[in-house]
């Protein structure tokens, strides 16, 4: 009976739970902590001086005419491209030539990283789309639907959902990828970004902590939205008036990270506004965050996974993606800082080998891949913790923190690595 109960008094006291956390001790006082915040929102305050440098374009660079990039219209303006097309195909066709649309594409091989703008661009290649053609009669079929689609929704002023835009033809479109895909050429033929169209994702985004904005003329405050927070808008110009006393931003990749840090209220103690799209970044958050870094002036910090995948969603929100390169002008924040999980961070903070994941061979490929990427190759910091991981063939989520405490991130990782400004 006595060995029964040392048995149980042994077990107890090896539990995690009852151990004190890991690196608490090295915690400085928040206020300490606050100060250092305080200095580093300093460092991205808008400069009074008449000779603060304007963000560079593809003009200065001279890159205006070997590069696309499309721009935010009126309905009007895109009412009348439609119509100006239209007119263009009706003259080809009566004068007996048929009709083909001049695509631009969007393959990778015409995909440009400029570093001097840190995102990547579309370079001007297009390809002809003909209507008499077996292999793409179907598809110009399809980009003749969606510009009438769109130019009805000009007439009438109103928002679909790609959904919406997808059930108008089932069986022409067959599959919403394909009426997706055509839909973004038609942004790269009219030269107008994808919210010019009026056509909207789902909401899928959510923000919590110190933001007040107005979302349609009402004044939304992030605080008072619970743990599930705010959708974000999928129109971002029903947004406007932003305001905040935060010291940051904080980019979640992961739902269960931020439901984490919502409920803690990590914002009240470290002001912050904390912002996910749980998991791949959609357009609406994509534009939400970038306004909210252009007007209010923050750093962005993300807290992403330690996989290439993590890496991959930072990269998009920070250099675009390949897919919607045309408008990554409208659709990147510069300058995000890689603040965690860093492959470093696994052996760093001890995260027991239970929590760590094998890398598949997939993985390691899209490690590898990563590191050829320009944008990869500017940063030596990333260049550094990804050669780590596909070296160690390691992996592990935000949730592996949780090994020492569900509160563990909150409580301890995100304020120590604020506290040492452990980012890259």
Aim: aromatic fraction near 6%; charge should be neutral.
């Amino acid at each position: 009976m006595a060995d029964k109960k040392k048995r149980r008094r042994t077990e107890s006291d090896a539990d995690p739970e009852s151990d004190p956390l890991p690196f608490k001790s090295k915690l400085k006082p928040d206020s300490v902590i606050l100060q250092s915040l305080k200095a580093l929102a300093a460092e991205y305050a808008p400069s009074t001086s008449s000779s603060a440098a304007k963000p560079l374009t593809l003009s200065d660079l001279f890159l205006s005419d070997a590069c696309r990039e499309v721009t935010d219209l009126p309905l009007s303006s895109v009412q009348s491209a439609i119509e100006s097309l239209v007119l263009n195909l009706t003259h080809s066709i009566l004068s007996g030539q048929g009709f083909s649309f001049s695509v631009p594409s969007r393959s990778s091989a015409n995909q440009l990283y400029v570093p001097e703008l840190d995102r990547i661009v579309l370079k001007d290649k297009s390809s002809l789309r003909p209507y008499a053609n077996v292999s793409t009669v179907r598809k110009t079929t399809i980009t003749a639907r969606i510009l009438q689609l769109i130019h009805q929704l000009c007439l009438k002023n109103i928002h679909v959902t790609k959904r919406d835009l997808f059930y108008t033809d089932v069986k022409l479109f067959q599959d919403q990828t394909q009426s997706d895909t055509v839909l973004d050429d038609v942004s790269c033929i009219l030269g107008c970004t994808r919210s010019s169209l009026n056509v909207i994702a789902a909401e899928k985004g959510v923000v919590v902590g110190r933001l007040i904005f107005s979302d349609n003329g009402d004044m939304i405050d992030c605080t008072k939205m619970g743990m599930g927070g705010k959708a974000i808008p999928p129109n971002i110009d029903r947004v406007g008036d932003m305001q905040s006393d935060a010291l940051f931003i904080l980019l979640v990749e992961k739902d269960a990270a931020y439901i984490r840090l919502a409920e803690d209220r990590f914002y009240n103690r470290f002001p912050c506004i904390i912002v996910t799209a749980k998991g791949q970044p959609d357009v609406a958050t994509r534009l939400f965050l970038r306004k909210m870094k252009m007007e209010l002036n923050l750093p962005v910090l993300a807290l992403v996974d330690s996989d290439p995948y993590g890496l991959k969603i930072l990269s998009v929100y920070g250099c675009g993606s390949k897919n919607m390169s045309y408008d990554s002008a409208n659709l990147t924040t510069p300058d995000i800082k890689w603040l965690g999980i860093r492959p470093s961070d696994l052996d760093k903070y001890n995260i027991p080998e239970q929590c760590r994941l094998p890398m598949t061979e997939l993985d390691i490929k899209t490690g590898k891949d990563l590191l050829e990427e320009d944008f990869v190759k500017k940063n030596p910091g990333w260049v550094e913790e990804l050669n780590l991981m596909v070296k160690t063939k390691q992996k592990a989520e935000i949730q592996a923190l949780s090994s020492f405490g569900f509160q563990y991130l909150s409580e301890v990782y995100l304020p120590l690595k604020l506290q040492q400004r452990d980012w890259l």
